[in-house]
Protein backbone atom coordinates (compact mmCIF):
# COMPACT_ATOMS: atom_id res chain seq x y z
CA UNK A 1 0.00 0.00 0.00
CA UNK A 2 1.02 3.29 -1.29
CA UNK A 3 2.13 5.44 1.99
CA UNK A 4 3.67 8.82 3.44
CA UNK A 5 5.43 8.91 6.77
CA UNK A 6 6.52 12.68 8.14
CA UNK A 7 8.85 13.23 11.00
CA UNK A 8 8.65 15.36 13.42
CA UNK A 9 5.26 16.09 14.01
CA UNK A 10 6.17 18.76 15.43
CA UNK A 11 8.99 21.29 15.60
CA UNK A 12 9.84 24.26 17.47
CA UNK A 13 12.59 26.77 16.70
CA UNK A 14 14.11 29.92 17.80
CA UNK A 15 14.02 32.44 15.01
CA UNK A 16 17.38 31.82 12.57
CA UNK A 17 17.82 28.48 13.68
CA UNK A 18 18.06 26.43 10.53
CA UNK A 19 16.68 22.76 10.74
CA UNK A 20 14.98 19.82 8.09
CA UNK A 21 11.47 18.45 7.67
CA UNK A 22 11.94 14.47 6.93
CA UNK A 23 9.03 13.20 4.34
CA UNK A 24 9.76 8.92 3.47
CA UNK A 25 6.92 7.50 1.45
CA UNK A 26 6.41 3.96 -0.04
CA UNK A 27 4.95 3.81 -3.31
CA UNK A 28 4.38 1.78 -6.47
CA UNK A 29 5.71 4.14 -8.57
CA UNK A 30 6.33 7.52 -7.83
CA UNK A 31 5.32 10.31 -10.41
CA UNK A 32 5.96 13.28 -8.04
CA UNK A 33 6.11 14.41 -4.91
CA UNK A 34 4.73 17.68 -3.41
CA UNK A 35 5.07 19.96 -0.52
CA UNK A 36 2.45 22.52 -0.09
CA UNK A 37 2.52 24.93 3.56
CA UNK A 38 -0.88 24.91 5.17
CA UNK A 39 -2.34 27.78 7.78
CA UNK A 40 -4.56 27.14 10.57
CA UNK A 41 -8.03 27.01 9.05
CA UNK A 42 -7.01 27.24 5.40
CA UNK A 43 -5.94 25.45 2.45
CA UNK A 44 -2.69 23.93 1.35
CA UNK A 45 -0.77 25.94 -0.21
CA UNK A 46 1.93 24.52 -3.03
CA UNK A 47 5.26 24.82 -2.62
CA UNK A 48 7.00 22.39 -4.61
CA UNK A 49 7.00 19.43 -7.10
CA UNK A 50 10.21 17.12 -7.26
CA UNK A 51 9.96 14.22 -9.48
CA UNK A 52 13.11 12.40 -9.58
CA UNK A 53 15.90 11.21 -7.19
CA UNK A 54 18.60 14.18 -7.02
CA UNK A 55 15.86 17.08 -7.80
CA UNK A 56 16.18 20.31 -5.85
CA UNK A 57 14.25 23.08 -5.77
CA UNK A 58 14.39 26.37 -3.49
CA UNK A 59 12.36 29.29 -2.88
CA UNK A 60 13.54 31.93 -0.22
CA UNK A 61 14.65 30.20 2.78
CA UNK A 62 13.10 26.97 1.69
CA UNK A 63 14.93 23.88 -0.23
CA UNK A 64 13.37 20.72 -0.74
CA UNK A 65 15.34 17.41 -1.71
CA UNK A 66 14.54 14.07 -3.17
CA UNK A 67 16.26 10.69 -2.61
CA UNK A 68 14.34 7.35 -4.06
CA UNK A 69 12.69 6.54 -0.56
CA UNK A 70 13.21 10.58 0.91
CA UNK A 71 12.58 14.15 0.81
CA UNK A 72 13.48 16.40 3.32
CA UNK A 73 12.45 20.28 3.20
CA UNK A 74 15.47 22.22 4.80
CA UNK A 75 14.80 25.66 5.93
CA UNK A 76 17.17 28.42 6.54
CA UNK A 77 17.00 31.19 8.94
CA UNK A 78 13.28 30.70 9.51
CA UNK A 79 10.63 33.99 10.48
CA UNK A 80 7.85 33.87 12.76
CA UNK A 81 6.06 33.82 9.47
CA UNK A 82 7.62 30.56 8.57
CA UNK A 83 5.09 28.61 11.01
CA UNK A 84 2.68 26.67 9.58
CA UNK A 85 1.90 22.63 9.07
CA UNK A 86 4.36 21.49 6.13
CA UNK A 87 2.50 18.75 4.27
CA UNK A 88 4.48 16.15 1.70
CA UNK A 89 2.22 14.27 -0.98
CA UNK A 90 3.27 11.38 -3.34
CA UNK A 91 1.26 11.26 -7.16
CA UNK A 92 1.93 7.27 -8.64
CA UNK A 93 0.87 6.43 -12.06
CA UNK A 94 -1.80 4.75 -11.56
CA UNK A 95 -3.73 8.23 -10.33
CA UNK A 96 -4.00 11.35 -10.20
CA UNK A 97 -5.01 11.87 -6.68
CA UNK A 98 -2.64 12.92 -3.89
CA UNK A 99 -1.43 11.27 -1.08
CA UNK A 100 -1.00 13.03 1.55
CA UNK A 101 1.18 12.59 5.39
CA UNK A 102 0.18 13.89 8.46
CA UNK A 103 2.53 17.01 8.77
CA UNK A 104 4.89 18.66 10.30
CA UNK A 105 3.73 21.38 12.97
CA UNK A 106 6.19 23.95 12.91
CA UNK A 107 6.45 27.17 15.06
CA UNK A 108 8.98 29.76 14.79
CA UNK A 109 10.02 32.09 17.76
CA UNK A 110 11.43 35.66 17.75
CA UNK B 1 -5.55 36.46 -9.83
CA UNK B 2 -8.35 33.98 -9.59
CA UNK B 3 -7.76 30.57 -7.73
CA UNK B 4 -10.11 27.79 -6.13
CA UNK B 5 -13.17 29.16 -4.55
CA UNK B 6 -15.27 27.12 -1.83
CA UNK B 7 -18.84 28.03 -0.53
CA UNK B 8 -19.83 27.95 1.93
CA UNK B 9 -16.96 28.61 4.40
CA UNK B 10 -18.85 27.42 6.83
CA UNK B 11 -21.54 24.89 7.56
CA UNK B 12 -23.23 23.87 10.63
CA UNK B 13 -25.90 21.33 10.16
CA UNK B 14 -28.00 18.66 12.87
CA UNK B 15 -27.34 15.50 12.86
CA UNK B 16 -29.64 13.61 9.55
CA UNK B 17 -29.78 16.36 7.41
CA UNK B 18 -28.25 17.00 3.92
CA UNK B 19 -25.61 19.09 2.69
CA UNK B 20 -23.99 20.51 -0.35
CA UNK B 21 -20.61 22.14 -1.04
CA UNK B 22 -19.36 24.48 -3.89
CA UNK B 23 -16.41 24.42 -5.57
CA UNK B 24 -15.56 26.73 -8.32
CA UNK B 25 -11.81 25.58 -10.17
CA UNK B 26 -9.60 27.73 -11.38
CA UNK B 27 -10.91 28.55 -15.05
CA UNK B 28 -8.23 26.68 -17.41
CA UNK B 29 -8.33 23.67 -14.94
CA UNK B 30 -9.96 20.94 -16.20
CA UNK B 31 -8.97 18.73 -13.36
CA UNK B 32 -10.93 18.91 -10.13
CA UNK B 33 -10.57 16.71 -6.57
CA UNK B 34 -12.37 16.74 -3.48
CA UNK B 35 -10.10 15.77 -0.13
CA UNK B 36 -11.74 16.14 3.40
CA UNK B 37 -9.29 16.50 6.20
CA UNK B 38 -9.98 16.26 10.00
CA UNK B 39 -7.48 17.91 12.81
CA UNK B 40 -4.06 16.58 13.29
CA UNK B 41 -4.34 14.82 10.02
CA UNK B 42 -3.25 15.45 5.66
CA UNK B 43 -6.14 15.60 3.53
CA UNK B 44 -7.58 12.54 2.29
CA UNK B 45 -8.50 12.12 -1.18
CA UNK B 46 -12.73 11.42 -1.86
CA UNK B 47 -13.13 11.95 -5.74
CA UNK B 48 -11.86 13.53 -8.82
CA UNK B 49 -13.10 14.52 -12.23
CA UNK B 50 -11.34 15.42 -15.72
CA UNK B 51 -14.22 17.89 -17.26
CA UNK B 52 -17.55 16.23 -16.53
CA UNK B 53 -16.74 12.36 -16.29
CA UNK B 54 -16.10 11.36 -12.35
CA UNK B 55 -12.71 9.50 -12.41
CA UNK B 56 -12.25 8.19 -9.62
CA UNK B 57 -13.80 7.62 -6.16
CA UNK B 58 -12.21 6.63 -3.18
CA UNK B 59 -13.37 3.16 -1.16
CA UNK B 60 -13.83 4.81 1.64
CA UNK B 61 -16.38 7.20 0.05
CA UNK B 62 -19.41 6.17 1.96
CA UNK B 63 -22.48 5.96 -0.94
CA UNK B 64 -23.90 9.13 1.28
CA UNK B 65 -21.73 10.94 -0.16
CA UNK B 66 -22.33 12.26 -4.26
CA UNK B 67 -20.26 14.68 -6.53
CA UNK B 68 -21.19 16.08 -9.72
CA UNK B 69 -19.65 18.31 -12.15
CA UNK B 70 -21.97 18.63 -14.78
CA UNK B 71 -20.65 21.22 -17.39
CA UNK B 72 -17.16 20.48 -16.55
CA UNK B 73 -16.44 23.45 -14.49
CA UNK B 74 -18.08 24.22 -10.78
CA UNK B 75 -18.77 20.86 -9.03
CA UNK B 76 -20.68 20.10 -6.04
CA UNK B 77 -20.34 17.73 -3.17
CA UNK B 78 -23.24 16.51 -1.35
CA UNK B 79 -23.63 14.65 1.50
CA UNK B 80 -27.13 12.88 2.60
CA UNK B 81 -28.13 12.45 6.17
CA UNK B 82 -24.90 13.51 7.37
CA UNK B 83 -23.39 11.98 10.93
CA UNK B 84 -21.29 13.59 13.23
CA UNK B 85 -17.98 11.89 11.75
CA UNK B 86 -18.76 13.87 8.81
CA UNK B 87 -17.54 17.06 10.63
CA UNK B 88 -14.26 17.71 8.70
CA UNK B 89 -12.72 20.84 6.55
CA UNK B 90 -13.88 19.45 2.80
CA UNK B 91 -10.88 20.58 0.55
CA UNK B 92 -11.37 21.35 -3.44
CA UNK B 93 -8.43 21.43 -5.77
CA UNK B 94 -7.93 22.08 -9.33
CA UNK B 95 -5.55 21.33 -11.89
CA UNK B 96 -4.37 20.91 -15.79
CA UNK B 97 -3.89 17.82 -17.46
CA UNK B 98 -1.77 17.54 -20.19
CA UNK B 99 1.22 20.05 -19.30
CA UNK B 100 4.46 18.35 -19.46
CA UNK B 101 5.84 17.18 -15.98
CA UNK B 102 3.35 19.16 -14.26
CA UNK B 103 0.19 18.25 -12.39
CA UNK B 104 0.08 20.75 -9.52
CA UNK B 105 -2.83 20.66 -7.74
CA UNK B 106 -3.95 23.66 -6.21
CA UNK B 107 -6.42 24.40 -3.18
CA UNK B 108 -9.27 26.36 -2.13
CA UNK B 109 -10.12 27.90 1.42
CA UNK B 110 -11.93 24.65 2.18
CA UNK B 111 -15.64 24.24 3.78
CA UNK B 112 -15.58 23.96 7.64
CA UNK B 113 -18.36 21.26 8.51
CA UNK B 114 -19.65 20.54 11.95
CA UNK B 115 -22.64 18.41 12.48
CA UNK B 116 -24.07 18.50 15.54
Known amino acids: EDQVTQSPEALRLQEGESSSLNCSYT??????LFWYRQDPGKGPEFLFT???AGEEKEKERLKATLTKKESFLHITAPKPEDSATYLC???????????FGTGTRLQVFP | DTGVSQNPRHKITKRGQNVTFRCDPI?????LYWYRQTLGQGPEFLTY????????KSRLLSDRFSAERPKGSFSTLEIQRTEQGDSAMYLC??????????????FGPGTRLTVL
Open chain 2, 93 to 106: ASSSSGLAGGNEQF
Open chain 1, 27 to 32: VSGLRG
Open chain 1, 50 to 52: LYS
Open chain 1, 89 to 99: AVQTYNTDKLI
Open chain 2, 27 to 31: SEHNR
Open chain 2, 49 to 56: FQNEAQLE
